[in-house]
């Protein structure tokens, strides 16, 4: 649990998300365990997925999801409906934006991931992403108008970030 008592991989009702690698989805459940739905499938458009690894969820009930196995969209976010129905596959969840491309170099550029496993929001929708291969993590901010950044997605790295050295290896 985090500061406010919610669930890491949960929202600020206690759900549960799951991501299911075999089966590219993601998958919401009650906290007593009890399925609700699921989104997504194999593919690289916007909500499908090639291999999702990690997911968090924010203040606002925003769902972030990590892809290893994708080249474009490294990071997914979705937004919860209006009404809690329709969205992908009757979720109640839309695709808002992605961003971040593969790089098999070292130490690539920001935005750039070789593996990105893990993810976390703070308070004030920062996204922290770990690139387990490259031993770091990166911070990406929202930009300032929800616009432009990387990939336009409407974040940014945050430069007084240092993502190095910081012994994930």
Known sequence: DNENGDN??????????????????????TPEGVFLVKWGEYGSEPGQFRRPAAITVDVNGNVFVTDIGSTTRCIQKFKP??????????SGYEF?????????????????FTNPSGIAVDDEENVYVTDRDNAR???????SNGTGGI?????????TWDDYDIGLG
């Open 8 to 29: 890491e991989n949960g929202d600020n009702e206690n759900y549960v998300f799951v991501v299911d690698e075999g089966n590219a989805c993601i998958k919401k459940f």
């Open 81 to 90: 409906t209006s009404k809690g129905t329709g969205g992908i596959n009757g």
């Open 96 to 112: 808002d934006t992605s961003w971040g491309s593969y790089s098999p170099e070292a130490n690539p550029a920001g935005g750039e």
């Open 137 to 143: 993590v990166q911070k990406f901010r929202p930009t």
């Open 151 to 159: 990939d336009n997605s409407g974040y940014e790295i945050d430069p």
